[in-house]
C-alpha cells in the first residue's frame, strides 16, 4: 500500500465507522434513567439527613413537605425530563400512581431477584419513553414510613396527621418497594 492509500484508509475507515455508529446507536434511556435518579435519591437523602440532624424527624417532616416534590420536579426539568416519585400508598396524593401506574407497580414489586433487589421497567409509546426506577424501603426510612408506634415515635405520628391527614405511607418493612421514579423522556 502507497502513502496516500495508507492515511486514505486510516481516514475513511474511522470516519465510516463513526457514522454507522451514530446511526444505529439507540438512546440508552435506561442508562440516562439510572443516571439522573441516582442524583436525585442523593440529594433528596442528603436533605433528609441533614433535616433530621438539624431538627428531628418530626421537624424534617415540614421539610420534606416544602422541598421533596419542587426539588424532584426541578431536578427533571434541569435533565429534560418529567421526573417524578409516584406511589401505590402515598403519603403525599399528588404522588398516587395511575391506573397504569399502578399496573407497572405491581409488576415491579413482585418480581424481585433472588437478592431482593426489584427491576427496573421500560414503556415506550409513540411519543414518550417513561423509565420506571425502583425506590426500596431502607432503615432510615422507617422513623417516617415503618410501623406506627414501633418504627414511627408519636411526636412524628402527630406531625404526620396533621400534614398529612391522608398519609398511607406507612407499615413498610426493610426491602419493600416503596415508590417509584417515573422518568418520562419525550422522543
Ligand atoms: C423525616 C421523615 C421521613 C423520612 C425519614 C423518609 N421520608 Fe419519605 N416522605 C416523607 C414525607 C413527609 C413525604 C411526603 C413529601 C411530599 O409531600 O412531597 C415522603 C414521601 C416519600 C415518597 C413519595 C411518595 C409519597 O409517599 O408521597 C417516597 C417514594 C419516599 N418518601 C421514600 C422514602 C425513602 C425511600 C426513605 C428512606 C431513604 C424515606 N422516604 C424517608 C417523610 C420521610
Redesign the pocket.
Known amino acids: 500500500m502507497n502513502e496516500i492509500s495508507k492515511i486514505a484508509v486510516g481516514t475513511i475507515i474511522p470516519v465510516l465507522s463513526l457514522l454507522v455508529n451514530l446511526g444505529c446507536r439507540k438512546a440508552d434511556y435506561e442508562g440516562m434513567a439510572l443516571e439522573i435518579t441516582k442524583e436525585a435519591k442523593t440529594n433528596?437523602?442528603q436533605k433528609?439527613t441533614n433535616?433530621?440532624a438539624e431538627g428531628g424527624?418530626?421537624n424534617?417532616?415540614p421539610?420534606?413537605?416544602q422541598n421533596?416534590?419542587s426539588f424532584t420536579s426541578n431536578l427533571g426539568s434541569k435533565k429534560g425530563v418529567l421526573l417524578r416519585?409516584?406511589?401505590d400508598?402515598?403519603?403525599?396524593p399528588?404522588?398516587f400512581v395511575s391506573e397504569e401506574e399502578r399496573k407497572i407497580f405491581l409488576e415491579i414489586s413482585e418480581n424481585p431477584t433472588k437478592e431482593g433487589e426489584y427491576p427496573v421497567k421500560t414503556v415506550t409509546t409513540r411519543d414518550t419513553v417513561t423509565v420506571y426506577v425502583p425506590?426500596?424501603?431502607?432503615g432510615?426510612?422507617?422513623?417516617?414510613?415503618g410501623e406506627p408506634n414501633v418504627d414511627i415515635k408519636k411526636e412524628?405520628l402527630e406531625v404526620?396527621q396533621k400534614?398529612?391527614p391522608d398519609d398511607?405511607?406507612r407499615g413498610y418493612r426493610v426491602g419493600n418497594l416503596?415508590?417509584?421514579f417515573s422518568v418520562q423522556f419525550a422522543r
Open positions: 433528596l437523602v433528609l433535616a433530621i424527624t418530626k424534617a417532616i421539610f420534606c413537605k421533596a416534590m416519585r409516584i406511589s400508598k402515598p403519603r403525599n399528588m404522588n425506590i426500596p424501603t431502607a432510615l426510612c422507617l422513623q417516617c414510613h412524628t404526620l400534614e398529612y398511607q405511607a416503596r415508590g417509584l
